[in-house]
C-alpha cells in the first residue's frame, strides 16, 4: 500500500470516529461501523428513537467537494448494503429509514445532512 493511501485511510478512520462520537452526542446509537457485504459498504449504521440511519462519511477539504463525492453509484452500493442489513435483522424491518451524509471538512469542523438521497 502506498503512503498517500496509508493516509487517506488513516484520514477516513479518523473521520469515521469522530462521525459515531458526534452522532452519539446527538442521542444516535451506533449499531455497526464499516458494515461489508459483496455489494457495497456502509460506514455508520445509527438508530434513534424508531429511525435507523445509515451515513455516510467524506472527509474533504470543502463541503461541495464531500456533497459531490458521493454518486449515484455509491448510493446504490450503500442502498443495497442496506437492504441486507435490514433483511438480516428483524427488528429494524419496521424502523423508518433515512441516508445521512456526514462530513469532516478540512479535517476539523464536522457538517452532517440528513436523508441526502
Given at each position: 500500500?502506498?503512503?498517500?493511501?496509508?493516509?487517506?485511510?488513516?484520514?477516513?478512520?479518523?473521520?469515521?470516529?469522530?462521525?459515531?462520537?458526534?452522532?452519539?452526542?446527538?442521542?444516535y446509537r451506533i449499531l455497526e461501523t464499516r458494515f461489508k457485504t459483496k455489494l457495497?459498504?456502509?460506514?455508520?449504521?445509527?438508530?434513534?428513537?424508531?429511525?435507523?440511519?445509515?451515513?455516510?462519511?467524506k472527509a474533504r477539504d470543502d463541503l461541495q467537494t464531500a456533497r459531490e463525492s458521493i454518486t449515484y453509484q455509491s448510493?446504490?452500493?450503500?442502498?443495497?448494503?442496506?437492504?441486507i442489513f435490514i433483511g438480516r435483522r428483524r427488528i429494524y424491518q419496521q424502523m423508518g429509514l433515512r441516508f445521512?451524509?456526514?462530513?469532516?471538512?478540512?479535517?476539523?469542523r464536522i457538517v452532517h445532512e440528513p436523508d441526502i438521497f
Open positions: 500500500m502506498s503512503a498517500s493511501r496509508k493516509s487517506r485511510e488513516k484520514l477516513g478512520r479518523r473521520a469515521e470516529f469522530l462521525a459515531a462520537n458526534y452522532l452519539r452526542l446527538k442521542g457495497g459498504e456502509i460506514d455508520l449504521i445509527a438508530a434513534k428513537k424508531d429511525l435507523l440511519v445509515m451515513v455516510e462519511v448510493q446504490q452500493r450503500i442502498q443495497r448494503a442496506a437492504d445521512d451524509g456526514l462530513y469532516l471538512i478540512a479535517k476539523r
